[in-house]
């Protein structure tokens, strides 16, 4: 049997010496991720706040470039109509959902409430400005980072409905998992049944419903929204509509694919909350029986 | 000027990653440019000059993807290294011989990015990502190392033969 010549490998002089700091380093970072998150952040930050010119420069080239196309050269009336329209039928949507929730609300609490303190939250207006960096991750990058308020596990939403959650943040730019990456998950509730869930996307691309109970009258259709357990997100926010119901006979719980009322393909501005307020005790109320479905 | 060449390659690679390249996605998988230049500074530098460009590259990545940690750093870093390695181990580095290189190094990176990403899942997802990203996505850095290789071996035909018919 040959021998293995290491030099061949490893090379000698500049490659081992190299290869021994990265090694060194990489297991350090291993070994002690607290203590050198710090110097990690020290020097990823200022480089990922210089990243950023390049990258806004050439989003606002992209779009600028999206615009004039979509504006001069692909029928100008019929596309500025098209949008304004499904503009408006975004946010009638959104509205209705909205006043569904608040309706239902009312009823349980018994009495008219100020519907703007259901869901007070204060939010931060950012511009996507990119996709994420490698394949393996369905996210976004907004121009909007830790200069701006923008912390980890911040919900991001539109006025349609709910986007994701931050993830990693800059000074200067924020990466946003999408709704429909396996590593988001969030509390959400049939708003008609009020049955509660866990709200997780897949693999595959889309967004399912899991330990829904198992009586629960969860219809194709219905609407999702978020249930307000979690903090980063008040109760109420859309999330999408029920598509597909699954239950096998020995499942202890239903699941429930979820159609996003968020086109992600199409994002081009998003709100982040900074701080999302819940209307104390509405938890605790009776089920009403409100229809909140949408024809599938 | 291999400086000036490594920052630039650092400085534009990574935006185009994110913005221009989303509008060149077939069946939603982008082909990884960082991956793709670590792999021909390998090819053409060698070892260290790939694993430094791979390191630069994936750090920047990180930076602006979902996944916390330092996972493309590591990964690049390692795929500049194996290809500098593979350039050496070549009889002839032709365009048409680091097709199956890239292939595999390309499968390898997407394999470790697959655990990292999906830490706690089952076969039949990693299966499916498996055949819906791992492996187009190999294909994709393949033909477009392969192609990028062929058109620098072009060029450098051009230039020499304008430097020996004495214009410049």
């Not at chain 1, 990690?40 to 999206?66: C, K, N, W």
């Not at chain 1, 595959?204 to 219905?222: A, C, H, N």
């Amino acid at each position: 049997m040959s021998k293995v010549n290491l030099t061949v490998i490893f090379g000698s002089g500049v490659t081992r010496v190299l290869l021994a700091v990265l090694s060194i380093t990489v297991v350090v970072i291993l070994l002690l991720p607290r203590q050198t998150q710090g110097i990690f952040e020290g020097v990823s930050h200022p480089v990922a706040q210089f990243m950023a010119i390049p990258i806004q420069t050439l989003a606002s080239f992209d779009y600028g470039i999206r615009d004039a196309w979509n504006r001069y050269l692909a029928l100008q009336g019929v596309y500025e109509q098209n949008l304004e329209l499904q503009n408006e039928v975004q946010q009638l949507q959104s509205r209705v959902s909205q006043l569904r929730e608040q309706i239902i609300v009312s009823d349980q609490l018994g009495h008219m409430l100020d519907f703007q303190a259901v869901a007070p939250m204060e939010t931060v207006a950012a511009r996507v400005i990119g996709r994420n960096a490698t394949n393996w991750y369905r996210a976004i990058i907004i121009d909007k980072g830790s200069q701006h308020g923008i912390k980890t596990e911040m919900g991001v939403v539109t006025e349609t409905g709910v986007v994701g959650r931050v993830i990693n943040v800059n000074p200067s730019t924020a990466i946003v998992l999408l709704l429909t990456d396996p590593n988001v998950a969030m509390a959400g509730m049939i708003q008609r049944s009020r049955d509660e869930g866990i709200v997780q996307g897949t693999a595959q691309g889309f967004v399912r419903m899991k330990y829904l109970p198992p009586l629960s009258k969860v219809e194709i259709g219905d609407l999702v929204v978020t249930s307000g357990l979690n903090e980063d997100y008040p109760r109420g926010l859309l999330i999408g509509h029920v598509h597909r119901l699954e239950k096998g006979d020995a499942d202890l719980f239903q699941l429930a694919e979820i159609h996003p009322i968020v086109d992600f393909s199409k994002l081009e501005g998003v709100l982040v909350i900074t701080s999302s307020g819940q209307l104390p005790g509405s938890d605790l109320l009776p089920a009403p029986e409100q229809s909140s479905k949408v024809q599938p | 000027m291999y400086i000036a060449f490594y920052l630039s390659l650092l400085l534009i690679l990574v935006p185009i990653q994110v913005t221009v390249l989303n509008h060149v996605s077939p069946w939603g998988v982008r082909p990884d440019l960082c991956l793709v230049a670590t792999c021909l500074m390998g090819f053409l530098g060698g070892k260290n000059k790939g694993m430094g460009l791979g390191v630069g590259l994936g750090f920047i990545q990180d930076l602006f993807s979902g996944g916390a940690g330092i996972v493309n750093l590591l990964t690049k870093g390692m795929i500049g290294f194996l290809s500098g390695l593979v350039s050496r181990t070549l009889s002839s580095t032709t365009p048409q011989a680091i097709f199956l290189p890239t292939l595999f190094l390309s499968s390898l990176c997407g394999v470790i990015a697959l655990f990292s990403s999906r830490p706690h899942t089952d076969w039949l997802v990693l299966t499916h990502e498996f055949r819906t990203i791992l492996l187009p996505q190999s294909l994709f850095d393949a033909l477009l190392t392969v192609g990028v290789y062929w058109l620098l071996g072009k060029w450098r035909l051009v230039t020499s033969s304008v430097e020996s018919s004495g214009f410049r």
